[in-house]
């Protein structure tokens, strides 16, 4: 009896003690997008807990409120957001309402990590709506080039170090272990692209930006007349012009958009291959990761059996 | 060369507009005449949800899975509406009408949280996509539409009796079939044109025609001029001034009624 008793309470009392010492140490982040999710996961590993509030189908332009978004918020130590006026619409009300003074503007648990990495695509002179939907900051898809994420990793890993002293070093490692793997591959990717031929193409939406600007494609026309503005017949006869002009042989639509636009130019221009193509980890089936992520990209710009 | 590359690309949007002008005005003059305004409205909406059910089971757009289920979705509701006729004392028809739209437009919304193309998609099922219409896609929307047209025809006494004549103990299965075939139009109509176009298509040059004009021979072929004049207008100048089409259209339809509407106290001098 006194045996057990030696044996059980110390026994009991530790894993008390563990599980006070785990419960401290896991942090938990909320992202507001899978791909920010799939970065911050490889970097922060065990030590973290995380969760993405866009789903890789979504348009993270427009989020749709739910109750559940703002309970994850609630209980989060760091919140992660691209920023850039991206996730403008949603996510200042999304803040507010979860009243967890650790996530606000300003504080070490709010970070948005676009502004870091050398934004593409900010407008000169005066802009407004007549535009269209223009980000004043730049294009906020910085996660599509595999360069610009393993500086995210950094700065993520960084932020996670602020928060977290005890495991600065293992970040620091997973993130540099991200970004060197992301400079060897990107050298791969950008081979078979080149041994591919393709240097242009033409897109829906400016999503593919920095995709195509890391793999020296160009984008000279997009389906969209203005961005954010559904396609129109005049602009269309437009893109048609341009693709015979240029001799453009690739359009690639983000999978948010319907194929109907790009399948009546296919009528008009024949010879013209299309891909649909997810833009986010999670955006389809086998989509787990960020490297996931660019290989199906790069698989669809090269492979000619795509239509 | 310009000219006939906009000419080329649009035709078979705009001889999609003109058979979409050519049943709907017909369909609209029985609809007017039973007072159900919003029953293409709710059924239109129905037909959305429908279709937004089966991209939600995987089916493909333009697919004939999407149709059968959108189309199911729409005899599913149409047999309620005739079942709500029969009980006119219990249900307010227009509100029952009324309910199943903001069912159905609400239901939708819950549904596409769950597929990809999301927002995107509740855009293109209100304003549709008429300007990406392949010729394929014109000729099976006719022969569909010659058929419920030639049924129509056959049954023309019985069918218009049922709409604008008195209710018989017979008008009851009269009712179902123009329902269901309303429901095929509906359907079909809305995958290529959205909710709002066909709503205008049906209700504008029916409301004008019936202005105008008493017996409903003049009324079709009033409402069909009407239909194809404001389909050319708007094809026209939604191109040359780089608007959105399905919009564009259905905002020159609607309009035409309301400034009518603002002429009235002229206009008892030319209306019979």
Same mark, same amino acid.
């Given at each position: 009896?006194?045996?057990?008793?030696?044996?059980?309470?110390?026994?009991?009392?530790?894993?008390?003690?563990?599980?006070?010492?785990?419960?401290? %140490?896991?942090?938990?982040?909320?992202?507001?997008?899978?791909?920010?999710?799939?970065?911050?996961?490889?970097?922060?590993?065990?030590?973290?807990?995380?969760?993405?509030? %866009?789903?890789?189908?979504?348009?993270?332009?427009?989020?749709?409120?739910?109750?559940?978004?703002?309970?994850?918020?609630?209980?989060?130590?760091?919140?992660?957001?691209?920023?850039?006026?991206?996730?403008?619409? $949603?996510?200042?009300?999304?803040?507010?309402?979860?009243?967890?003074?650790? @996530?606000?503007?300003?504080?070490?648990?709010?970070?948005?990590?676009?502004?870091?990495?050398?934004?593409?695509?900010?407008?000169?002179?005066? @802009?407004?709506?007549?535009?269209? &939907?223009?980000?004043?900051?730049?294009?906020?898809?910085?996660?599509?080039?595999?360069?610009?994420?393993?500086?995210?990793?950094?700065?993520?890993?960084?932020?996670?170090?602020?928060?977290?002293?005890?495991?600065?070093?293992?970040?620091?490692?997973?993130?540099?272990?991200?970004?060197?793997?992301?400079?060897?591959?990107?050298?791969? $990717?950008?081979?078979?692209?080149?041994?591919?031929?393709?240097?242009?193409?033409?897109?829906?939406?400016?999503?593919?930006?920095?995709?195509?600007?890391?793999?020296?494609?160009?984008?000279?026309?997009?389906?969209?007349?203005?961005?954010?503005?559904?396609?129109?017949?005049?602009?269309?006869?437009?893109?048609? &012009?341009?693709?015979?002009?240029?001799?453009?042989?690739?359009?690639?639509?983000?999978?948010?958009?319907?194929?109907?636009?790009?399948?009546?130019?296919?009528?008009?221009?024949?010879? @013209?291959?299309?891909?649909?193509?997810?833009?986010?980890?999670?955006?389809?089936?086998?989509?787990?990761?960020? &490297?996931?992520?660019?290989?199906?990209?790069?698989?669809?710009?090269?492979?000619?059996?795509?239509? | 060369?310009?000219?006939?590359?906009?000419?080329?690309?649009?035709?078979?949007?705009?001889?999609?507009?003109?058979?979409?002008?050519?049943?709907?005005?017909?369909?609209?003059?029985?609809?007017?005449?039973?007072?159900?305004?919003?029953?293409?409205?709710?059924?239109?909406?129905?037909?959305?949800?429908?279709?937004?059910?089966?991209?939600?089971?995987?089916?493909?757009?333009?697919?004939?899975?999407?149709?059968?289920?959108?189309?199911?979705?729409?005899?599913?509701?149409?047999?309620?509406?005739?079942?709500?006729?029969?009980?006119?004392?219990?249900?307010?028809?227009?509100?029952?009408?009324?309910?199943?739209?903001?069912?159905?437009?609400?239901?939708?919304?819950?549904?596409?949280?769950?597929?990809?193309?999301?927002?995107?998609?509740?855009?293109?099922?209100?304003?549709?996509?008429?300007?990406?219409?392949?010729?394929?896609?014109?000729?099976?929307?006719?022969?569909?539409?010659?058929?419920?047209?030639?049924?129509?025809?056959?049954?023309?006494?019985?069918?218009?009796?049922?709409?604008?004549?008195?209710?018989?103990?017979?008008?009851?299965?009269?009712?179902?079939?123009?329902?269901?075939?309303?429901?095929?139009?509906?359907?079909?109509?809305?995958?290529?044109?959205?909710?709002?176009?066909?709503?205008?298509?049906?209700?504008?040059?029916?409301?004008?025609?019936?202005?105008?004009?008493?017996?409903?021979?003049?009324?079709?072929?009033?409402?069909?001029?009407?239909?194809?004049?404001?389909?050319?207008?708007?094809?026209?100048?939604?191109?040359?001034?780089?608007?959105?089409?399905?919009?564009?259209?259905?905002?020159?339809?609607?309009?035409?009624?309301?400034?009518?509407?603002?002429?009235?106290?002229?206009?008892?001098?030319?209306?019979?």
């Amino acid at each position: 009896m006194r045996l057990l008793n030696s044996i059980l309470i110390p026994v009991i009392l530790s894993t008390f003690n563990l599980s006070a010492v785990s419960a401290l %140490a896991e942090l938990n982040v909320v992202t507001t997008t899978t791909d920010l999710r799939a970065i911050t996961n490889e970097v922060g590993q065990k030590f973290i807990n995380v969760n993405s509030i %866009a789903k890789g189908t979504q348009d993270p332009h427009f989020i749709e409120a739910k109750p559940s978004y703002m309970t994850k918020v609630s209980k989060a130590d760091l919140l992660i957001a691209i920023g850039l006026d991206l996730e403008v619409g $949603w996510l200042p009300s999304l803040i507010r309402g979860a009243r967890n003074p650790k @996530i606000n503007q300003g504080q070490k648990g709010y970070l948005e990590v676009g502004t870091f990495v050398k934004p593409l695509e900010i407008p000169i002179g005066r @802009i407004s709506r007549a535009d269209g &939907d223009v980000h004043p900051f730049g294009n906020p898809h910085v996660t599509l080039d595999p360069i610009r994420t393993g500086e995210i990793a950094l700065k993520i890993a960084e932020r996670l170090g602020e928060l977290d002293s005890a495991n600065t070093a293992e970040y620091q490692k997973n993130a540099l272990a991200l970004q060197l793997r992301m400079q060897k591959k990107t050298k791969e $990717w950008q081979q078979r692209i080149q041994a591919a031929g393709i240097k242009k193409a033409v897109t829906y939406h400016r999503t593919l930006t920095y995709f195509l600007d890391r793999f020296q494609i160009e984008n000279p026309v997009i389906l969209e007349p203005k961005p954010g503005i559904p396609p129109t017949s005049a602009h269309i006869l437009k893109v048609i &012009d341009t693709i015979k002009k240029d001799q453009i042989s690739l359009i690639l639509v983000e999978n948010y958009f319907a194929p109907t636009v790009t399948e009546k130019i296919k009528q008009t221009i024949p010879s @013209i291959r299309s891909a649909t193509v997810p833009v986010a980890v999670d955006g389809a089936e086998g989509i787990a990761t960020i &490297d996931d992520l660019y290989e199906n990209l790069v698989k669809g710009i090269v492979d000619q059996n795509n239509n | 060369m310009e000219l006939v590359n906009a000419l080329t690309f649009l035709a078979a949007p705009f001889v999609m507009c003109l058979i979409l002008a050519g049943i709907h005005c017909y369909l609209g003059l029985h609809v007017l005449a039973r007072g159900v305004i919003f029953v293409d409205l709710s059924l239109a909406q129905v037909a959305a949800f429908g279709a937004t059910i089966a991209i939600l089971f995987g089916f493909e757009h333009n697919s004939a899975g999407t149709y059968f289920i959108s189309l199911f979705s729409t005899f599913a509701v149409a047999g309620l509406f005739a079942l709500a006729r029969r009980h006119e004392k219990l249900f307010s028809q227009e509100a029952i009408i009324g309910i199943v739209y903001a069912l159905a437009s609400a239901a939708v919304v819950l549904v596409v949280d769950r597929i990809a193309h999301g927002a995107e998609h509740i855009k293109d099922l209100l304003v549709g996509q008429v300007l990406w219409v392949t010729w394929f896609d014109v000729i099976k929307t006719g022969i569909i539409y010659s058929i419920v047209a030639g049924i129509h025809f056959v049954f023309r006494r019985q069918l218009i009796a049922a709409s604008f004549g008195k209710k018989t103990e017979k008008t009851g299965y009269w009712d179902f079939l123009f329902y269901v075939l309303f429901g095929v139009v509906i359907t079909s109509s809305v995958s290529v044109a959205g909710v709002l176009q066909v709503f205008a298509y049906l209700i504008v040059p029916a409301v004008v025609g019936t202005l105008f004009f008493n017996s409903i021979r003049a009324r079709l072929f009033f409402g069909w001029a009407l239909g194809f004049a404001l389909s050319f207008i708007g094809m026209t100048l939604s191109h040359i001034w780089d608007l959105p089409a399905g919009a564009f259209i259905v905002v020159l339809f609607a309009s035409i009624p309301v400034i009518l509407l603002l002429l009235s106290p002229v206009l008892g001098r030319f209306t019979d």
